[in-house]
């Protein structure tokens, strides 16, 4: 993607917490979105963060600071079915700039 | 969930061949999207369109085309298919407002030898 950085793959074991990173360019912000994708699906949306700080939606989380164009997803809890691909997107008007995605694989 | 299909879902053909690819959605959304999805780059947007009869281009829109004569259809073609264009093709459709997520088909899987 443009300028959206995410590390390409993590790994976390089953019960534990993880935090997937994003960096963006600042200018032009109006908003990030977290998507995730399992194996040969369609993405899905997760969170959306406009202002600073934490938004929590259930075993997920998603942080924003606008100043640093950093954000972050925390998944908690985590399950088996959490091993997908989490795409960090960027809103610009009325397209969306998407990262290439961190695929996540989780241990037992 | 909006209510967005495309089709085929799988598709091979030969270089050379022309492509459609058709995407369908429910939701009266203004807005529709074709992304393409490779290895490495994550999705890509090859055209979107903001209205009937209103399109316009993606970063990555060389070889292809898109049509859009109703609310509901968005179609991306390939006039003449080369290898490079072998990829996973998802349709998107949303508001456009900024709080508002897009919504994806399921993809059409499309091999060009």
């Known amino acids: 993607g443009q300028n959206i950085d995410q590390p390409t793959e993590m790994t976390a074991t089953e019960g534990a917490i993880v935090q997937i990173n994003c960096t963006y360019q600042?200018?032009?912000?109006?908003?990030l979105f977290w998507y995730q994708q399992h194996a040969g699906e369609a993405p899905t949306f997760l969170s959306y963060?406009?202002?600073?700080g934490l938004e929590e939606k259930g075993r997920f989380s998603s942080f924003l600071s606008r100043s640093k164009g950093y954000s972050y997803l925390l998944l908690k809890e985590l399950q088996m079915k959490d091993s997908a691909s989490y795409l960090c997107?960027?809103?610009?008007?009325?397209?969306?700039?998407f990262g290439a995605g961190t695929r996540l694989f989780v241990k037992a | 969930d909006a209510g967005i299909t495309q089709s085929p879902r799988h598709k091979v053909t030969e270089t050379g061949t022309p492509v459609t690819l058709r995407c369908h959605q429910t939701?009266?959304?203004?807005?529709m999207y074709w992304y393409r999805q490779d290895p490495g780059h994550g999705l890509r947007l090859i055209h979107y369109?903001?209205?009937?009869?209103?399109?316009d281009k993606g970063e990555v829109s060389d070889g292809y085309s898109v049509s859009r004569s109703k609310t509901e259809d968005f179609l991306l073609t390939l006039e003449s298919a080369t290898s490079s264009q072998t990829s996973v093709y998802f349709c998107?459709?949303?508001?456009?407002?900024?709080?508002?997520?897009?919504?994806f088909g399921d993809g059409t899987r499309l091999s060009i030898l």
């Open positions: 998107a459709s949303g508001t456009g407002d900024f709080n508002q997520p897009q919504h």
């Open positions: 600042t200018s032009g912000f109006n908003g």
């Open positions: 963060n406009v202002l600073d």
């Open positions: 997107a960027e809103f610009k008007g009325f397209k969306t700039i």
């Open positions: 939701e009266n959304h203004r807005y």
């Open positions: 369109s903001y209205g009937v009869k209103d399109t």
